[in-house]
């Protein structure tokens, strides 16, 4: 994955483990509103987090209680804190397939 502004990694500082209980649950990035600008992430949206062992799709929180550099974990098998991630925006315009479908 090329680097730029709109992917450099992000340390993992939290990791919050739902239950099956729990009212809010799935997959959530929290991270600070300048590295949100900086991917050109909203609040709400869809992003791709890239961890060390796989990518997953997480809803986007701009928490201002996060630092630059820093993201918050909800949901999200197979990373851990203190591991490093990479958050981006999802290609939806591009019209490439992929695989050989029929």
């Known amino acids: 994955m090329p ?3 709109r992917n450099k990694p992000l340390r993992v500082t939290g990791f919050i483990g739902t239950r099956v209980s ?3 649950r799935g997959p959530q990035v929290r991270l600070s509103p300048d ?3 900086a991917r050109l992430l909203n609040e709400g949206e ?3 987090v ?3 062992r796989r990518q997953e ?3 986007v929180v701009v928490d201002a209680a996060v630092h630059r ?3 918050v974990l909800r949901d999200v098998a197979g990373v851990s804190p203190s591991e490093v991630v990479r958050v981006v925006k999802p290609d939806l315009d591009s019209h490439t397939r992929r695989g050989n479908f029929a």
């Open 3 to 5: 680097s730029d502004a």
């Open 22 to 24: 729990d009212a809010d």
């Open 35 to 37: 590295d949100a600008r």
């Open 46 to 48: 869809l992003a791709w």
């Open 50 to 52: 890239h961890g060390p």
């Open 57 to 59: 799709l997480a809803t």
């Open 69 to 71: 550099g820093d993201v």
